[in-house]
Nanobody
Framework: QVQLVETGGGLVQPGGSLTLSCVAS????????MGWYRQAPGEQRVMVDT???????NYAESGKGRFDISRDNAKNKISVQMDSLKPEDTAVYFC??????????????WGNGTLVTVSA
């Protein structure tokens, strides 16, 4: 079994910053791409940013220039520093990972999400 655990969500004022982190653990052989997706109330889940094992990054237009994703392969961990947060960033943020399990199954895994609320 593989688990993704997100931390760092909370309440922040507009213009403030938060850093989210996600650690993958369990029956892992290797971890490929990881990233963050978010789902606002009444909206579909959308990609925020992704990062490959080789640190190649991809950002949705919404976060470009404000969000910075990083990765620690040794810890199967990613983080995203989110600056200049806006009320529109309010959402549940989900960690995503492409994982090869010890049983050599390639699967997509999701965390349970962490809530980010941007409000004055």
């Amino acid at each position: 079994q593989v688990q993704l655990v997100e931390t760092g969500g909370g309440l922040v004022q507009p213009g403030g910053s938060l850093t989210l982190s996600c650690v993958a653990s369990g029956s892992i052989f290797s971890v490929g791409d990881m990233g963050w997706y978010r789902q606002a109330p009444g909206e579909q889940r959308v990609m925020v940013d992704t990062i490959s094992k080789g640190d190649r990054t991809n950002y949705a237009e919404s976060g470009k220039g404000r969000f910075d994703i990083s990765r620690d392969n040794a810890k199967n961990k990613i983080s995203v520093q989110m600056d200049s947060l806006k009320p529109e960033d309010t959402a549940v943020y989900f960690c995503y990972a492409d994982v090869v399990t010890r049983g050599k199954n390639c699967m997509d895994y999701w965390g349970n999400g962490t809530l980010v609320t941007v409000s004055a």
